[in-house]
């Protein structure tokens, strides 16, 4: 993503977003060079809006959207699906008639029980002028990714072009030095007195918008992974002590006929039991402060049974290893040597 600040007043800011994307294309590695006025994540322009043929509503009750203008390759550089009809042409010129594109959540708010394309709408960005709704594309979730997408809108770059516009380049994998170093010559190449603002990963960004939850992600899994250490140990440890103190008594189970296998399942029943009630009582917590989790996760449950599942089989399977090791050890205790020691 390259941002660049043109200067107040150009009439001509769709020349120079062609001529700069043409060069863009030219760059090693470049498959779509879309533009777009604000960036997802980045920064936000919410508009109020009328629907031609609905009442206007009170002043101050407008409905509200987030609002685009873009260019065509956009979308693909984006990877934002076209759900239906069409997304924006090289042929949506000034001089051709005004066109727009709705997201899924806008045409599901706005118009739930009619189709939207065809529809007309005007945004508060200028004076009334109605677009024909042309297609519909998914949502994207302008102010990261555990937040809910709010309806938006695109305009035509074309029909409504902007000051300041930002490149977003799809590459057809990481991007490479020799593509990074093409980036600013690119500009100036066309306009050598205009700033590059910034030139950010698009990865980077959205990383940006979730460290506050990988942090705290990163910090509770490492306090759980030192609790878990603790705890085997904890379980080994108490599980060697109660075999060393009943050396005599397995001895003596073996030299009556006992079998080192039904030792080994006599101390692993005895040590897992006192683990599944820990289980149980520990599933019964976590459900009760799965609330609490909730704001780090992102589409997921709190309560998700495979989640519980799955982290109760891996914490019974290391609990199962602690009391495994003491327990083969009960298993090998040879009866003479128990009964000559006591």
Same mark, same amino acid.
């Given at each position: 993503m390259a941002g660049v600040q043109r200067a107040q007043g150009d009439q001509a800011p769709v020349a120079f977003v062609n001529r700069v994307a043409e060069k863009y294309r030219a760059l090693p590695g470049v498959n779509y060079v879309g533009v777009t006025h604000t960036v997802p994540q980045l920064g936000d322009w919410v508009l109020t809006f009328l629907i031609d043929g609905r009442p206007a509503p009170p002043e101050g009750e407008e409905p509200t959207c987030n609002y685009y203008s873009v260019t065509p390759d956009y979308f693909p550089a984006m990877r934002i699906r076209l759900l239906r009809g069409r997304t924006f042409t090289e042929q949506d010129t000034a001089q051709a008639a005004p066109v727009a594109l709705i997201t899924e959540s806008f045409a599901r708010k706005y118009f739930p029980h009619e189709n939207p394309l065809g529809q007309r709408i005007s945004v508060s960005n200028g004076p009334t002028r109605y677009r024909e709704i042309v297609g519909i594309v998914a949502d994207v979730r302008q102010y990261g990714a555990d937040q809910q997408a709010l309806p938006q809108f695109y305009d035509c770059f074309y029909q409504k072009p902007f000051n300041s516009p930002?490149?977003? +380049?799809?590459?057809?994998?990481?991007?490479?030095?020799?593509?990074?170093?093409?980036?600013?010559?690119?500009?100036?190449?066309?306009?050598?007195?205009?700033?590059?603002?910034?030139?950010?990963?698009?990865?980077?960004?959205?990383?940006?918008?979730?460290?506050?939850?990988?942090?705290?992600?990163?910090?509770?899994?490492?306090?759980?992974?030192?609790?878990?250490?603790?705890?085997?140990?904890?379980?080994?440890?108490?599980?060697?002590?109660?075999?060393?103190?009943?050396?005599?008594?397995?001895?003596?189970?073996?030299?009556?006929?006992?079998?080192?296998?039904?030792?080994?399942?006599?101390? +692993?029943?005895?040590?897992?039991?006192?683990?599944?009630?820990?289980?149980?009582?520990?599933?019964?917590?976590?459900?009760?402060?799965?609330?609490?989790?909730?704001? +780090?996760?992102?589409?997921?449950?709190?309560?998700?049974?495979?989640?519980?599942?799955?982290?109760?089989?891996?914490?019974?399977?290391?609990?199962?290893?602690a009391c495994w090791l003491p327990a083969r050890r009960a298993a090998r205790t040879d009866p003479m040597v128990a009964l000559r020691a006591e």
């Open positions: 930002n490149f977003i +380049l799809r590459t057809d994998g990481p991007a490479r030095a020799p593509m990074l170093q093409g980036l600013r010559p690119a500009v100036f190449a066309v306009d050598k007195d205009q700033p590059v603002s910034s030139i950010r990963p698009l990865a980077a960004v959205v990383a940006d918008t979730v460290s506050r939850q990988r942090f705290v992600t990163v910090l509770l899994a490492l306090f759980a992974t030192v609790a878990l250490a603790i705890a085997a140990v904890g379980i080994y440890g108490v599980t060697a002590y109660s075999v060393s103190q009943r050396t005599t008594e397995l001895g003596v189970r073996l030299a009556l006929g006992a079998s080192p296998a039904g030792v080994l399942g006599l101390v +692993l029943r005895q040590g897992l039991g006192t683990v599944g009630v820990g289980l149980a009582l520990g599933a019964a917590a976590a459900l009760a402060l799965g609330r609490i989790m909730e704001s +780090l996760l992102f589409q997921t449950s709190a309560r998700d049974p495979l989640v519980f599942a799955g982290l109760a089989a891996a914490l019974a399977a290391v609990a199962l290893l």
